[in-house]
């Protein structure tokens, strides 16, 4: 473990909704430069705490810094290093794709090109589509472009591939590679074991709102006594993680 300070740095979160405890104890420690996944099933904890790591969601408890920003204080900071795609984008229906590109390179002083963006997600074809009229997997596709239009030092994906076809998905990969080659930190929310085990440093396993394990996807393996990042899933969790699906 690096003694400089962290790029994501959670501490004992917690997070109820009503008579739900959605998070009950999570901590976890992201060095600058790490790609970390996070496995669970559906109602493990995954984008309750993604969303509290990126100050979309205040804690019940704990604490979070990101590059020693506090997402509740200095919001307008944070927002300059992290980029943020959720499960489900929520854009306007009616910009097209190079509008809306453009709106959220304007938020930012020093921004990476619409051509760049659009190339690193495969859109540049799509680039006069109105937003509504993109397929479920362009619209995930421009919301992983626009969460990289600000150059971020830290990006939080959420099921980045899901939706993807096979060519589509093996270009996200592609682009995780060259954010880590770039030094960004990946928080990495997926349910794919090939996509996690090719991408990830290090793996969080979530159930139940605590965490279970984190080691990376090979000392999971070997922890578990099994052959397999799914079959160590399941000897920790007693879940099938594609079941969940």
């Known amino acids: 473990m690096s003694d400089t300070e962290p790029a994501i740095l959670a501490e004992h979160l917690a997070k ?19 790609t970390v996944g996070v496995l669970g099933t559906n109602g493990a904890g995954k984008t309750t705490t993604v969303e509290m790591i990126a100050g979309l969601r205040v804690p019940d408890e704990g604490r979070v810094r990101v590059l020693g920003l506090d997402p509740r204080t200095d919001r307008a900071r944070l927002r300059q ?14 910009l097209r794709v190079s509008e809306l590109v453009d709106l959220y390179r304007s938020f930012y002083p020093d921004p990476r090109s619409a051509a760049e963006l659009l190339d690193l997600v495969d859109l540049a074809g799509q680039r006069r589509t109105v937003f509504d009229k993109l397929s479920g997997g362009q619209q995930q596709r421009l919301s992983i472009a626009l969460a990289l239009a600000g150059r971020p030092r830290v990006a939080i994906l959420d099921e980045l591939t899901t939706g993807l076809d096979p060519k589509a998905r093996r270009r996200m990969w592609s682009t995780v590679e060259q954010l880590r080659a770039e030094g960004v930190t990946v928080l990495l929310v997926s349910h794919a074991m090939e996509e996690v085990e090719r991408l990830c440093d290090r793996v969080v396993v979530l159930d139940g709102g605590r965490v279970l394990a984190l080691d990376t996807p090979a000392g999971l393996v070997a922890r578990s006594g099994t052959a397999t990042l799914d079959d160590a899933f399941v000897a920790l969790t007693g879940k099938d993680l594609e079941e969940t699906r």
């Open 81 to 94: 290093v992290l980029g943020v795609q959720l499960q489900h984008a929520h854009l306007h229906h009616a």
């Open 16 to 34: 109820r909704y009503r008579a739900v405890r959605a998070v009950v104890d999570v901590s976890l420690r992201v060095d600058v430069g790490e």
